[in-house]
């Protein structure tokens, strides 16, 4: 898992964690893929950073969703 800054996050790129608004609200769930819709949503909730899984994490995740059907 890596930060990265929301103006180097491109679409496809997936959440390492859950993303809450200032007040406390859910905005994206961990493992979310992002796409240019969500770029804009996070630019407008004024969230500057997120951690995005690496290529490994995301492997990992794929199996264990696998696994559990």
Known sequence: MQKFSVEQITPGMRLAYDIYSFDGQL????????????????????????YIM????????AKRQLGDI
């Open 27 to 50: 905005l994206l769930r961990k493992g979310t893929i992002i796409d240019q819709k969500y770029l804009g949503s996070l630019t407008k909730q004024g969230i500057d950073y997120v």
């Open 54 to 61: 690496s290529a490994s994490s995301t492997g990992s995740l």
